[in-house]
């Protein structure tokens, strides 16, 4: 697929930057992503800080973020070319954890995900709004979904469905010892703080890629980020239309 | 209550209007709401086109959205005098249905309740989003709510909470025959239709107020209203402590 | 359909009983149901004194409990005839509202439903279990179910899929109005009583064909019924069958 | 306390075995657990081939299990000395795991929990039942329970509630990748096989003590056991006033 690409682009005389470190220095007009909704992730993410569109291109299972299906790439390269496209913002969000006196920073698109550690016990986790302490429980974990995340892990755990468009942060309770705990849908603004109150050892993960434990009284902060995953947009698979089709059953058919 | 309030009032040289439908035209500085959480959501639906805050009190158990207590009133009305207090603004919804060939508009700041008539069997509801078909399920019925009404019948029908300060609307299905229905989060400024596909009558709630019948192929529009609920807040309840309050449960103590 | 299923039992010499009334004291060796789910609830339910085993023919949607479909009808009468096939007993429910000073009896083999009048607010419903309390909350409802059941309206309502066999009744809170209701799972020779606590009027339905109205006060006693519907199996439609082909959905594909 | 008893025991010429080892061969009446839930579920399944009872004595946050606080522990043992108590029997499950070309057996009093190793992604686990494949996901895990784990870890999982003394096993799934998967409540005496269908690996733990790794195409048998746990009940703690008081929360206070 790849080398056909490859070819097309030539032949239009088209300038490709295989490299992905090279494509920002390079200024390139816009990334294709091959692959499945992990790839266009990683794109996305990569992408944002100089501001690059990314054009998801679905080599897997039907996913939610990608664009278009492997069989439609020439025509929708057309069309991106002559910029005819739409740019859809997607917020991300910093997170900053501050363990063993270090402080390593992230920018996630997903989700951050806190899950025990699974040679330990529950972990209780608190979370501070602005500040202030609201949900605590003891739990397998909790997850802080942007909602482009919103149908990825949190949907599993029971959150529910956020329009990507909507400016708003998920916070879904993962396996929670607690008859209460439920979904919450915060300002996309929030200070949000997760701090580990009791419990042995805590992972946290950022996007399923990079990793990092907390022990207890450690803490992550939670923040929008300044910076936006960009995606190509051709206006054939609206929020409406992706959520017409994963929500079909045959219970009721 | 009412007589001590009165009293005080007057000691004080404040003016007091009783009648609502005066309080517009009398431009009062604020409106005194004594009773519980639906006392306020019609205190503050009226009092929105005239930009008029309320200051909820509550009397009854406790809500999630009255500022004090009966107890606290007389410190409160002190600093809501001097002007020390903060606005917050909660957004409503319009709904315009068309049913019987006739137009009907509701405001609302909690939600518009779809449920099929108990006489009747299930009814199919298809949520229509920016014109295009998204949702559609037999159920008992579905709820749009506010980020204010999340905690109200959404919440029992296994919505999300949403912060007060979110712009989104929510879409909660209601015992839904269907294994794959989930509540949505939309856009504040989106337009959602609600459609009656299938079933014979379903009623429409607004705020649990004022209701209509919806038959077959008749449908309402919902989209998120100018107007703005205006509550009065001295510093005390702020979200993440409602929560903090709401939440606790003895499964984990 | 039903001229068709005559003339073939005339050509093989079958006697025919077409009235209801009738089947019990002409001693018919079996009944079919032509229709869906609900139909054959009814024929078993009425079945179930003289102990007539039912043969359900689906001629609507895909149901749960119906055992073949409409084109396979005559293959199976034969093997019917010819005693190839097994008897499935399902548990049914007695249930004795005391309302008003008189006491009303109904069996049922899906559920027995409590929900609040439209008309009407919240209602509290207690659960007595063996004489003493156990779960109390304000909600739209309460479903008392059986196995059987337990695909149906309970299961809209959040409640467990139940094996036909399993001897217990479910107990499904319908949007309760507390974060701590679960659906329960009790005895099949529990004693369960349904006291209104709180409320105004709460409707009462019988395998949603009979009704009647509970007041503060009143109550309905629960029991698992001496007799039992009897459903012919032809080994085609198991348990873990009917749960593979309801559970797909499209999201993991 | 341990001390306390001991002495308590010995001014009233009773025999005190303290070697959990010893109990059977020594042949001693019951059994004192002093701790919480979980130092009581091994003393039951320890207890449960010589066929002693165990009384629990909550040291701990209020349990579901233990029968007494510690306050109450000389009373109770006179009563239980007396022989005027109640035993309770709860049944177990036997778990047979072919890995690896072993076979590995255990008794469970609460639950077999498959989980994905937290270093790998998903694994998607096959539930046939009486040797007919049943449901399917990709899925964090699942949990096979019994009544008495219906409280624990299935519970934060989103399992019902089950009375001890209903014969079923609970299986849940564990934030499942698919929007149909449901707690199911099976026979007691079904014959459950769980296959790793897909994924890197699988860990599965038998009641929180013992654990071992499933790889694709491994399984796990769980059935039955022949064997129970046996508590003593002093008629203090039903199942009803053991939910009314998990159940309370302050919602609708």
Sequence with gaps: MAARIEEWLEAGKCRLVKEPARMAEEKVEFVISLGG?????????????????????NLGRLGFLCEIEKEEIFPALTKVLAGEYKLQRRFMLNAAAQTAGRTAQFTVLNDVVFVRDQSCGLV??????????????????????????????SLSAGGPIVSPEVEAILLTPLAAHSLSARPM???????????MARGEKCRVTFDGQEELYLHPGERVKVQRSPLQGLLIRLGRRSFPAVVREKLMDRWHD
Excluded: F, H, K
């Design 37 to 57: 909704d992990g790839t266009l992730l990683e794109a996305a993410r990569a992408m944002a800080a100089p501001g690059i569109p990314v054009l998801g291109v």
């Design 124 to 153: 209780t986790l608190q979370a501070n709004l602005s500040g202030e302490p609201s949900v605590s429980y003891p739990a397998d974990g909790m997850i802080i979904a942007t909602p482009t995340g919103s149908t990825a892990y």
């Design 185 to 195: 849908i915060l300002r996309s603004d929030e200070e949000i703080e997760i701090l």
